[in-house]
């Protein structure tokens, strides 16, 4: 296990944030802009949001004869979230934004934040994304993310710590987090805080092998991406905090900020709304259970074919499963106050409860997310798996999926449409 400091020390940066002096290239500026849909490139892919993979592969007109995420408000934070599109009418409570963090948070400047909301609780109207957990409700909060800078009200949204905290304080059970860089003293507090209340921490995991994201910090699962054949996608970061793994390719979202179609996007983003959204349908079936549960709940469902105390240093404890969760009315979540993976997370959530909610992290500092993943095994180790995987496949029992890691050195482009990372703006 490695301390917070050295964590970080060993990150490379692919974008630079506001006031840190670090020194980004023009080419990975450019990537990283076309990557997020900032000028679509031409000839980039359009989806269609009929029948999406993601939904037959998780099986979820099979989980929503139990459980379609009712009742369970979802804090996203991002971009800002479009209120007026045909799939997320009804479906965003604007008037339940805390006012400290209202500004610009109907108001989305890129369609990254929209199409978060839209995978995890759009009802699919009008041709829009279905999302996973269309019982849902979203609650909205925007933050300035480095790359798309939109002139002086850029400045006017909050800084993600005061967003964590805000989100925190409102009865949002899950806060999805696709985007990197929120790594200061601040956001560590914002982080054990919003901890402390038993909110379940969602983050993207990075894409095109750069990661420096909440998953970083303890009590924050970090979310990998998969294709349509349980493989994760190439570019995705090694030995950095995978906790859980869900689809993030070829996954419909807005091209851009006028949303006007959708197109094709790969990236960890969207692994993390839709892990979110698998959370809500747990948590709606079973509206008792603790962070605690829900999480164990998470990882002890997931396919993998490895061992689950040996998570992958690419994909965690797995492709995340919640219709074997639901499947079972009677299933057990476990003890509602002890916290599954504490051992990793350096500490008990409920006795972390009970410190300041300013406290910094504990200097000794364990694995930063729940998985406990450490870095990519060397030769001869026996932990984790390998970047050089066979194909994967899923068998006709569904409760079993074979999960193999492909090659993932490589950056992927699609017709510059890939979801990158995107950065909070201030990190030390």
Not at 26 to 38: D, E, Q, R, T
Not at 57 to 67: D, H, P, Y
Not at 227 to 238: A, R, T
Request: overall charge negative; some cysteine.
């Amino acid at each position: 296990m490695t301390s917070g400091t050295s964590r970080r020390a060993e990150r490379t940066v692919f974008l630079r944030t506001r006031g840190t002096g670090r020194v980004r290239t023009v080419s990975a500026l450019v990537g990283a802009l076309a990557a997020v849909g900032v000028g679509l490139a031409p000839g980039a892919t359009a989806v269609d949001t009929e029948n999406p993979w993601y939904l037959e592969t998780m099986q979820a007109e099979q989980m929503w004869q139990t459980s379609t995420g009712e009742g369970v408000k979802v804090a996203v934070i991002d971009t800002g979230v479009n209120p007026e599109t045909s799939s997320l009418k009804g479906q965003v409570l604007t008037d339940e934004v805390p006012e400290s963090v209202a500004y610009g948070a109907t108001d989305d400047y890129s369609g990254h934040g929209t199409t978060m909301a839209e995978l995890i609780a759009g009802t699919g109207e009008g041709g829009g994304i279905q999302g996973l957990a269309p019982g849902a409700k979203i609650l909205p909060i925007r933050v300035a993310l480095e790359g798309l800078e939109v002139g002086p009200e850029f400045e006017k949204a909050p800084e993600t710590w005061d967003a964590l905290r805000a989100a925190a304080d409102t009865d949002a059970r899950i806060i999805s987090m696709s985007f990197g860089g929120m790594t200061s003293d601040e956001d560590d507090a914002a982080v054990r805080y919003a901890a402390s209340k038993g909110k379940l921490l969602v983050s993207a995991l990075g894409n095109d092998g750069f990661t420096d994201s909440p998953a970083d910090t303890p009590y924050v699962i970090g979310a990998a991406a998969v294709d349509s054949s349980i493989k994760v996608i190439e570019g995705s970061p090694e030995g950095k905090y995978a906790d859980l793994a869900a689809p993030g390719a070829d996954i419909p979202g807005w091209c851009d900020a006028t949303f006007q179609s959708y197109c094709a996007k790969n990236g960890s983003s969207s692994a993390t709304a839709l892990t979110s959204a698998s959370a809500a349908l747990i948590w709606s079936a079973h509206p008792d259970w603790t962070v605690n549960q829900v999480t164990r709940a998470l990882v002890d469902t997931a396919g993998r074919d490895w061992p689950k105390e040996k998570p992958s240093s690419y994909l965690g404890y797995g492709f995340v499963r919640p219709r074997l969760v639901l499947a079972e009315p009677d299933y057990d979540g476990g003890p509602a106050n002890v916290d599954p993976l504490a051992k990793e997370n350096g500490g008990d959530l409920l006795a972390k409860s009970a410190e300041p909610a300013g406290a910094s992290p504990s200097p000794s500092g364990s694995s930063s997310s729940p998985s406990g993943s450490s870095p990519a095994p060397q030769e001869g180790s026996s932990g984790g798996t390998s970047a050089a995987g066979s194909n994967a496949s899923e068998s006709g029992d569904s409760n079993t999926l074979w999960i193999t890691v492909g090659a993932a050195a490589a950056v992927i482009v699609v017709g510059g449409a890939g979801f990158a990372v995107l950065r909070a703006r201030r990190t030390r």
